[in-house]
């Protein structure tokens, strides 16, 4: 069921990005003063925005009817967890409501990690023209300064986990916090840990400059842009002689640091998360 709910919160990711891009397609826009205007379509046009939405949310809605129809009937009752790095909520399938809001909360998570990467790619600043499509996804906020951006993940995570802990607590799904200030520790430490996720993100730049150094893939942009934004990850270590003969470390030391810091930080915030007052 986990492998169903992943395939699935993808296939509603593709519908997100679609209705993002939707508004960016040329042919689409009936601009009659340039020559892109002037070009039509082969096939009538009745993809409307909304319609990416709807379908949206109508996967949204049926794929939680099917973990509550599933679910309920095997032994034991599954339940849906949400795997938040620190901690992972779980949702028994007995209930549609719950379903529902499971539903909408994986696919929210799904969608988080997705833009937390591009936040990444967005802070490294690679070259064009593969950061237009970071770009086009952001949009106002990849010009927003580095240290903003830095902040965001934490800021954003830390207030959505305020709030979602309200509806979470009800439900029973999380215990009751002691006061508020206990709530806003828990938030807070939950946000911190949205920064364990650059490391897939980070981890993938790193293994792909690798791969590249050795096997030459061409001259397309995409490699240029996986090369400039691994020599902005690996520039704590410039100052590190990695290069043995024509061999360069670099890469290999900088994934094997990305993931023990992940690793060694991801438990430092599980035993902070578990020593807040109960």
């Known amino acids: 069921m986990g492998l169903i709910d992943l395939i699935l919160n993808l296939a509603g990711l593709l519908l997100w990005l679609n209705w993002r891009s939707i508004r960016f397609d040329p042919l689409g826009k009936r601009t009659p003063a340039t020559l892109v205007g002037t070009l039509r379509r082969a096939e009538p046009s009745r993809l409307r925005r ?5 379908m949206l949310g109508g996967l949204l809605l049926l794929r939680a009817l099917f973990y509550w129809q599933i679910g309920s009937a095997s032994k034991p ?41 591009l936040l990444l790619l967005s ?22 300064p580095r240290w903003t951006k830095l902040f965001l993940p934490l ?67 995409f490699w240029s842009y996986v090369n400039a934004e691994a020599r ?10 990695l290069c043995v003969g024509k061999v360069d470390f670099a890469p290999v030391v900088g994934t094997v640091l990305v993931f023990l810091f992940a690793e060694l930080a991801e438990r430092g915030l599980v035993a902070l998360y578990l020593r807040l007052p109960l």
């Open 50 to 54: 909304w319609h990416l939405l709807a």
């Open 77 to 117: 009752v599954w339940a849906g967890t949400l795997d938040l790095n620190i901690i992972a909520p779980s949702f028994l399938s007995n209930s549609p409501g719950r379903m529902l809001l499971f539903s909408i909360f994986s696919f929210g998570l799904t969608l988080g990690v997705f833009y937390l990467w």
């Open 123 to 144: 802070i490294l600043e690679g070259p064009e023209p593969i950061r237009q499509l970071v770009r086009m996804q952001l949009g106002g906020i990849d010009r927003w």
């Open 155 to 221: 800021t954003v995570t830390a207030l959505l986990w305020w709030l979602a802990s309200w509806v979470l607590t009800w439900l029973g799904i999380v215990p009751h916090p002691l006061s508020a200030a206990h709530r806003i520790e828990e938030s807070l430490v939950i946000g911190l840990g949205s920064y364990l996720s650059w490391k897939y993100i980070a981890g993938a730049l790193l293994a792909l400059h690798l791969l590249n150094s050795y096997i030459y893939f061409g001259k397309h942009p």
């Open 232 to 241: 902005t990850l690996l520039w704590p270590l410039r100052a590190v002689p």
